[in-house]
């Protein structure tokens, strides 16, 4: 349907804008609808796990609750503080939000369908997943008060080390897929099996890694409300503080469909057409975060680092040489 | 009225805050030289996890924290001083306003106090009756503790199962007092009402309610491995450290003393009752929680055989003993400690053969608990404090009175 809707329009203004313009507006579309949804998504998952109802009032089930909450943010003032730096402050908001969505143009949505299809996507993936990091610790600099700062520190350094376990487990998918482009890879999931099946370790880690660069319980000490008030957002409000919101929901919906891609077959399954799949797999892994984010305490800072540095780093090499020897050995 | 010039320290330093360390040798908050490479957190009034209007103004080093400076007083109503001018009963509603969270122990403590010093006996109904509303209050208190603690170390959901379970105990405690946080029930020589026929049974439901919950407790939360690495070892207030402070209740025998007052020196009806202290030796952030985990059974075990042993009988020895006209006690000084939920609560009462008191001066527990957080904070990072703060348990308005 997207790719016929793709043709009409390369005929009207040729094929690079008719793609631009299909693809912002998909994108951007879909990205914003998904956040109020799975806003109301969490709310009624950690309302089940504490035996709570949840938003009720407004719309079926309080599924208009985000949107009535985003009118609220829309009215609220702006406040920059005074000792803030002006153009950086008012950068990070808007920037924390570009790199989830170029990711999001690059994930495949079905076999023929894919609004930029890389052949390194993997690689430009990875490139700009570690990006979102830089917006937020512009926002925890920018805003002169301590409490962000620190939360911005955290931020980086979190980053910095969960990135790697979580490239190293790509890479152990890259050895076996012999590619780096996201449609190959899948297509291999169609040939061999899913490989969440042969890469459990790496599927793993992959998660942890990503629940930890969303910032997200049990990882969310950059914005530990007990400790840091708001961290690195603290200084932001209305839509501003809306933006970060929006970024960290976009950002868990395109890395768990990043996850569906790379371990569990993309846009692969019976019956449904392609996207629909991508989508449920990838709900499926933020189902998974939402989970974890409502059951278990906050790790401190340098026990945070150890369990990245000392164990997931160590069992990711592993998991990646026991790959590479067993790609050579078995062809 | 004119506002005053602000003091240099509260004075609005942009270019100081979190950019970079104040210069060397700049004055800090007060006054003193400030070393250039550290810098001060300003931590409340108001934070989410200074559990009210407590200020911590701590210096840190990175994420480190080398000193810390509790700040109090941002809660204070003077109930001390209230208490100099307003009659022994025109004070009952004040006590259970110090310390929220045990309102019930704290209004008792009140009445008992006084009727020793005037010399009145409450009935043994009544006396038994005070042992059941009390530990149904401490065990109220621990189950806020345990959930406001998690929420301190990031866990959102345990604190919606504790509160779940205390609103059981609420209800009851209503259906007794007609309140539900700042209990006013006590009388001079007795309660206020007795407690209905149909009390045992549904107190009955309500232990057997709390009891399925203890087991999660223990298990969900004690053997969860991010809780356990955030508590052991963190926050560890040895013995002679909560002695030299005074530090009592849960966060002294969680360091190894089995002091409680109930045993120490019993009051009331608390003879009559067997039940156990438990200790533990460590004094990390764990031992505070099994403790008061472990204290909540044991209360569960006192209610039970109170309500077995509950005799019948009037509430109230005589009516009006409160009455400003009656209640004139004798010349004397007198101190008064209960063990609340926190620790010893102690009141010292002077009377002048007045129908108010000449002075009342109420130790509470949170305070000393509070001051010992100097030597234990320091040399642990800011998650660690949050924690550490959680767990000592304190209730700030009481510290502020």
């Known amino acids: 349907m997207l790719s016929g809707l793709r043709d009409l329009l390369a005929g009207l203004i ?30 009624k998952v950690s309302a089940r796990i504490q035996r709570r109802l949840g938003p009720m009032e407004v719309g079926p089930q309080g599924l208009l609750q985000t949107a009535a909450d985003m009118v609220k943010l829309l009215g609220k003032q702006l406040l920059t503080p005074v000792a803030a730096d002006r153009f950086v402050y008012l950068a990070a908001p808007v920037l924390v939000f570009v790199p989830t969505i170029c990711v999001a143009s690059l994930i495949p949505l079905s076999g023929a369908e894919a609004f930029a299809d890389v052949p390194y996507g993997l690689l430009v993936v990875s490139a700009l997943t570690g990006f979102t990091v830089l917006a937020i610790f512009m926002a925890g600099w920018s805003s002169n008060n301590k409490y962000a700062v620190l939360g911005g520190m955290r931020s980086v350094a979190q980053v910095v080390a969960y990135e790697i376990p979580v490239l190293l487990s790509v890479l152990s998918v890259v050895l076996i897929s012999q590619t780096m482009n996201l449609r190959h890879i899948v297509e291999a999931q169609q040939n061999t099996v899913w490989y969440v099946v042969l890469q459990p370790v790496a599927a793993v880690l992959y998660v942890i890694g990503i629940t930890a660069e969303t910032n997200r319980a049990p990882f969310d000490i950059p914005e530990a409300e007990s400790e840091l008030i708001g961290g690195f957002h603290t200084e932001y409000s209305g839509m501003r503080f809306a933006m970060f919101m929006f970024a960290e929901y976009t950002n868990m919906l395109v890395l768990g469909a990043l996850g569906a891609t790379l371990f569990l077959g993309g846009w692969l399954g019976p019956w449904l057409p392609g996207p629909v799949w991508l989508l449920l797999k990838a709900y499926a892994i933020v189902f998974l975060m939402m989970w974890t984010r409502w059951t278990y305490p906050r790790l401190r800072f340098d026990q945070l680092m150890r369990l990245a540095w000392e164990f997931l780093i160590p069992v990711a090499l592993l998991n990646l040489v026991v790959t590479a020897v067993a790609v050579f050995v078995l062809g | 009225m004119t506002t005053p010039a602000p003091r240099p320290s509260e004075r609005h330093r942009p270019a100081a805050a979190g950019r970079e360390p104040a210069a060397s040798a700049a004055p800090g908050p007060d006054g003193e030289p400030e070393p250039s490479d550290t810098y001060t957190l300003n931590m409340g009034p108001q934070h989410p996890s200074t559990h009210g209007v407590l200020r911590l103004k701590l210096t840190m080093r990175g994420e480190m924290i080398v000193g810390v400076d509790p700040v109090i007083g941002y809660g204070h109503r003077g109930h001390e001083k209230m208490a100099e001018n307003r009659t022994y009963a025109q004070f009952l509603p004040n006590t259970s306003r110090q310390d929220y969270l045990s309102g019930m122990i704290y209004n008792f403590a009140w009445v008992e106090a006084v009727e020793k010093l005037a010399g009145i006996e409450a009935p043994p109904r009544a006396q038994v009756a005070r042992v059941i509303l009390s530990e149904f209050n401490r065990v109220s208190s621990h189950l806020v503790w345990i959930g406001a603690f998690l929420l301190d170390l990031g866990a959102w959901t345990p604190s919606l199962y504790t509160f779940d379970a205390r609103e059981a105990i609420l209800f009851l405690l209503e259906s007794v007092t007609g309140s539900r946080l700042t209990y006013c029930t006590g009388r001079f020589g007795g309660l206020s009402r007795d407690l209905d026929p149909d009390f045992p049974r549904r107190a009955r439901a309500v232990i057997a309610k709390l009891r399925t919950h203890c087991p999660d407790f223990e298990s969900l939360i004690e053997e969860n491995v991010i809780f356990r690495r955030r508590c052991q070892g963190v926050g560890v207030m040895s013995g002679e450290l909560c002695l030299r402070y005074g530090v009592t209740g849960p966060n002294l025998r969680a360091s190894g003393v089995p002091y409680d007052v109930r045993k120490v020196e019993p009051y009331g009806a608390y003879p009559k009752f067997d039940f156990e202290v438990p200790v533990r030796a460590e004094g990390d952030n764990f031992a505070r929680y099994w403790v008061r985990v472990r204290e909540m059974r044991q209360s569960l075990h006192i209610i039970e055989q109170a309500l077995d042993a509950l005799p019948d009988g ?88």
């Open chain 1, 14 to 43: 040729g094929p690079f804008p008719a793609t631009f313009l299909l693809g912002a507006t998909v994108i951007l579309g879909y990205l914003s609808l998904n956040v109020l949804f799975l806003v109301w998504l969490e709310r």
């Open chain 2, 314 to 401: 009037p509430v109230l020895a005589e009516k009006g003993l409160g009455s400003k006209k009656r209640l004139r006690p004798p010349v004397g000084t007198l101190y008064y400690a209960v063990e609340s939920a926190r620790g010893a609560f102690g009141i010292l009462l002077v009377s002048e053969g007045d129908a108010k008191p000449y002075r009342a001066k109420f130790r509470v527990p949170s305070y000393p608990a509070l001051a010992a957080l100097r030597e234990v904070i320091p040399g642990t990072m800011v998650s660690d404090a949050v924690a550490i703060l959680g767990s000592i348990d304190i209730i700030v308005p009481e510290i502020d009175r």
